[in-house]
């Protein structure tokens, strides 16, 4: 059975010169905060490439509350749907620069264009890891993927691996057992942060084999993917060190799942700081140390911990309201 | 049963009663030995129920094949469903190979608007450069229907063929068309094909692909 999609963002970008509030990113974070925002009454506009965000990504959701068992791609629509009743703007483009120039932002697009805002919210979210071993960049596309909703049917009757333990690993294994003729599910442990329930599930799936614990060290192939060179590990002083030995393993794709970190680089930029591992800090106000900038979801160091749409959103609808008072303040005194 | 939902359907009324003006051609073309013909005939039926501005033409891939001869189609296309559009400047030169379902459906709306209401959503220097392209260009995105990413990258090439004429830019879907998408070796989507001779994946942004674009032309 086919099914469609329906995610079309507004089909002219009346952009205006000026914004009250900027969001950059268009997902759970972002989406809510446009809506409190529009209730607010300010004016308001969401840049962002992929709209609906990385929940989009997700085959199933069920702990979205009083939406239980919604696909990732419906329930990131709803929220571009419902941000779009509230009027709020949509630029479908990557952010390439900020700057901050007097007491406004100006916000550089891809093509040029810039847009200038009083206050902004970063709602970036985060991208994927990668391994960072040799052949990686080279065969990303070849056989390396980071994707496996998008690839994993390309790899019909194929052999592939799944790097990582935690629950994408575990989902991504058993969506690419459904296709695939083989799945090595690699980790540098022999236990795993996925939940309980995946692990059985995977287990119980006759064609994905555990090969742990091993890190990768290299993949190898030509002009595509063919081996992944492997190094088995052990725990010393709970500590994980790799041992002498090494195998080779035979396969045609390599699919990624060792966590996501945030997109911060354009807050950092602009002066924003952030912890060791590059979150957004924010306060309980989602108040950055920058006046007038905010920060929303996965990106900060709040949501770092447990990132899930749930506090995506309401950390996108306290973002709108400190925003929202900063210009009312900010007004007043004028 | 059909394809969209009651919501879908309503959505789809209110969005075009909005925003579509002029009238937008589309050309279905059905073929033997076809997946998804039939699911293509109800969804591009369901659609042009929604606006009377959403004229189609059914094609048969065998009888018509003197009219598809002038359209521009990849090497290779061998069996439908084709949706291909009319864009502004009157000639067929972008569209779908394969259906359009999943989450590409949404790049097949927002070609209609775009069409209709001539409206691009590229920056007025990429049109510039575009506009001066007079070798014929030959794009392919080819995508699966579970992408959340394809459908901004077949979007982008779609406004690409809008703009010029001889540039012709088709989404391919992978599954449908293996042949094509082995020849290509496409181990991940979307993966864009310029000329058959500048190849790289991802949904890239719009300045990237300009360069890889004129790269591939040799400009
Ligand atoms: C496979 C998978 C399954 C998941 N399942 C669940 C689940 O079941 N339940 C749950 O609650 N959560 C789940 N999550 C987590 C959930 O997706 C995130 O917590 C949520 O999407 C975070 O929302 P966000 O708005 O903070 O960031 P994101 O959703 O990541 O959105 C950020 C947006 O910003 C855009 N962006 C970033 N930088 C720029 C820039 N420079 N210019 C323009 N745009 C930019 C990005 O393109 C993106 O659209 C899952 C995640 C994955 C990967």
Redesign the interface.
Known sequence: M????????P???KIKEHYDVAIIGGGPAGCSAAIYARRFMLDVVIIS??L?GLI??AEMVDNYPGLPEISG?EL?ERFVNHAKKYKADFV???VTGIKKVSDEFEIKL????TIKASTVIFATGETHNKLGVPGEEEL??????Y?A???????KDKIVAVVGGGNTAFTDAQLLAKHAKKVYLIHRRATFRADPIEVERVKATENIEFVIPYVVKRIIGE???ERLLLRKTEIKDGKIMETDETMELEVD?VFIDIGLRPNSLLAQDLGVNVNERGYIIVDEDMQTNIQGVYAAGDATDKASKFRQVVLAAAQGAIAAFSAYKYLKAKKTKK | MG??SKN?IE??KK?FG??LKNSVEIYVVFSDNCQ?CN?SKE?IQEVASTSNKIKYKILDMNKDKDFLRKIKLPEGVDHGPLLLFKGQHGKINFGFIG?P??????AF??DI??VS?N?L???K??INKLSKIKKPVDIKVFV?????????AVYLVHQFAMVNENINAFMIE??EFPKL?DKY?????P?NVINDKVE????V???YFLEQLMLAVGL
Request: with cysteine; net charge negative; glycine share 8%.
């Open positions: 086919i099914s469609v999609s329906l995610a079309t963002p089909k002219e970008e490439k992929h609906g989009t990504d791609k990131g479908e483009k990557f891809e093509d040029g264009r990303t596309g070849k056989g390396v993927s994707c909703m998008c690839d994993a049917p390309l790899f002009n595509k993917v794709g | 394809i969209l879908d959505y789809l969005e909005k925003s998804y699911e969804l259906i379902a999943g989450h590409e459906f949404s709306i927002r608007i775009s209401a409206h959503h590229i920056s220097e990429t699966t229907p579970t992408c959340p990413y394809c459908p901004s992978a599954l998408a070796k496409v181990m991940a989507v993966k790289f994946e991802g949904a942004p719009e300045q």
